[in-house]
């Protein structure tokens, strides 16, 4: 299943965020994609407000993994701009993460190929003359369902 959504701003990007949240489960692996500057992590951070969490959501950029605990939910927030060698993820016990349990959003998922489980769903995220354009495509149950709940949001 694959769908696209144009978004007018990162307002309207954290906003659709949230409404992702409703949908998210337990053990889902979600793959970010698009170029610097795209959006990646305020979508991420409007999913996280979707949650309940309310202090600031800072890229990962040069921890890896942000781990947030918010009521029953487990998130680890990947960024994964500065691996240069998959392997490097092993070191880091990057498995350890994918528990079925924890909801795993991972940012240059490419960077990571070969290390990484299968996503559920993925999502590119472009930069048109104006706004977002987002492509979602869903590989499994759990990745579908948050492309129905969050293709809602424009309709």
Same mark, same amino acid.
């Given at each position: 299943m694959q769908t696209t959504i144009e978004l007018a701003d990162e307002h309207e990007?954290?906003?659709?965020?949230a409404v992702w949240a409703e949908a998210l489960s337990p053990g889902i692996v979600v793959t970010l994609s698009g170029d610097l500057g795209a959006g =990646? +992590?305020?979508? $991420?951070?409007?999913?996280?407000r979707?949650?309940?969490?309310?202090? !600031?959501? =800072? !890229?990962? +950029? %040069? +921890?890896?993994?942000?781990?947030?605990?918010i009521g029953q939910h487990r998130i680890y927030h990947f960024d994964l701009y500065r691996i240069h060698d998959a392997e490097e993820l092993e070191a880091m016990g990057i498995r350890d993460y994918f528990d079925g349990q924890s909801i795993c959003l991972i940012e240059w998922p490419e960077k990571g190929r070969g290390m990484l489980p299968k996503a559920d769903l993925w999502c590119n995220i472009l930069l048109p003359e104006q706004g977002r354009g987002v492509i979602?495509?869903? %590989? !499994?149950? =759990?990745?579908?369902? $948050?492309?129905?709940h969050a293709t809602s949001y424009k309709s």
């Open positions: 990007m954290l906003q659709w965020g =990646k +992590t305020t979508l $991420v951070r409007g999913i996280l979707g949650l309940g969490y309310k202090d !600031s959501v =800072k !890229s990962p +950029t %040069y +921890t890896l993994v942000e781990p947030y605990d979602m495509e869903g %590989y !499994s149950g =759990k990745g579908r369902e $948050v492309i129905r």
